[in-house]
């Protein structure tokens, strides 16, 4: 049997469009004897998940009007609001090594190390002083399984709470809204906590868990260019439910 292979590939944009299509092009490399954690940020943007209205869940023209992106993913799940401030983590990997609560307990691994000792509920968010810090959403294909989620760090709370507003008048019947909760960033229950100590601290963990053999990916040597096409489409990001699942079918 091959040796597990752990990968680490930490993304040097922050542009959700070019984030989100490397992402995906990750999706579509990944090898059976091989994990991924992919490690990544966004300017200003706005995240919907792929049964949602961008309509429903956040003001679109205001956001737009103040420099922020809007883009669909490929997993359900509610509507997310990314920063610098905000880390992003994904994990790639075979279907048959799946586990939900091994990948959380990457992420709580991590957090311990800063005295942080978050709990789950039963949504698989990740929640410290009853605060959620963390949500998580998946993507499942043929052989390889998708789980990614986000991390305040050091956000802008006042704009989540400003922009993820919902515009009824757009409420498309078949979305599913988004699930509001209480949120809080970590460094405000550690204040030496910083981005690149997470990562350092999500790395470690990850390795950890998965035992792989450690392999530091250059990010540029995967051409996700082709994938990029879907995220700047706004009919990907704003158009019918129908219109995205039989898109993404019929390219797959």
């Known amino acids: 049997m091959n040796p597990l292979i752990s990968r680490i590939i930490q993304s040097r944009q922050s542009d959700v469009y070019e984030n989100l299509a490397l992402e995906e092009c990750l999706f579509h490399s990944v090898k059976p004897v091989e994990v991924m954690l992919f490690l990544w940020q966004n300017h200003d943007a706005i995240v919907i998940g792929r049964n949602q209205d961008a309509y429903r869940e956040c003001l679109v023209d205001s956001f ?7 883009a669909g993913r490929l997993s359900g799940g509610g509507a997310v609001y990314h920063d610098l401030g905000n880390l992003n983590y994904t994990f790639i990997l075979p279907h048959n090594r799946f586990n ?3 990948q959380l307990k990457i992420i709580t691994t991590a957090c311990n190390d800063f005295g942080i000792f978050p709990v789950t509920n039963e949504r698989f968010d990740l929640l410290a002083e009853e605060k959620k810090f963390s949500g998580n959403a998946f993507y499942h294909k043929k052989d390889v399984s998708l789980h990614h989620g986000t991390m305040l760090i050091n956000s ?3 704009k989540i709470d400003y922009f993820l507003q919902t515009q009824n008048s757009f409420e498309k019947k078949r979305a599913v809204p988004s699930t509001r909760s209480p949120v809080l960033n970590l ?3 550690n204040q030496q906590l910083t981005i690149p100590l997470m990562r350092e601290a999500l790395t470690r963990s990850f390795l950890k868990i998965f035992e792989g053999d450690p392999q530091n990916d250059d990010p540029d040597s995967y051409d996700s260019r082709h994938f990029k096409n879907r995220y700047v489409s706004k009919d990907w990001t704003y158009g019918k439910l129908e219109n995205r699942h039989e898109r993404y079918a019929d390219e797959n």
């Open 64 to 70: 737009l009007e103040n420099h922020g992106s809007i």
């Open 100 to 102: 939900i609560q091994n």
């Open 156 to 158: 802008d709370i006042s």
């Open 187 to 189: 460094s405000g229950l």
